[in-house]
Nanobody
Framework: VQLVESGGGLVQPGGSLRLSCAVS????????LGWYRQAPGKERELVAS???????NYGDFVKGRFNISKDTSKRTVDLQMNSLEIEDTAVYYC?????????WGQGTQVTVSS
């Protein structure tokens, strides 16, 4: 499974970004698709995930600001991020999970700064 992220960049606090992850496999066949992030000096943490049934899960810090969605026809999983904060600055990674393996994209940098 190959995952390619796009959409990162520099945004001011309070702004929005939409990240997109292109998936080489049919997304309906993937157990869970997710977005993780890793800030300098910190561990990688879950941002949001969506399973094969469409159930969504978000990190506690999201607090209703982000939305994860998948498009089976386009084979993408997107992360819409609103009300961005400086603390959201990190490299964001796309993930595809199966019980026997997990795959990762190369990451896309999101920087929130004034």
């Amino acid at each position: 499974v190959q995952l390619v992220e796009s959409g990162g960049g520099l945004v001011q606090p309070g702004g929005s970004l939409r990240l997109s992850c292109a998936v080489s496999e049919y997304v309906s066949r993937i157990y869970t698709l997710g977005w993780y992030r890793q800030a300098p000096g910190k561990e990688r943490e879950l941002v949001a995930s969506v399973d094969s049934h469409g159930n969504k899960n978000y990190g506690d810090f999201v607090k209703g600001r982000f939305n994860i969605s998948k498009d089976t026809s386009k084979r993408t999983v997107d992360l819409q991020m609103n009300s961005l904060e400086i603390e959201d600055t990190a490299v964001y990674y796309c993930s595809a999970y199966f019980p026997w393996a997990e795959y990762w994209g190369q990451g896309t940098q999101v920087t929130v700064s004034s």
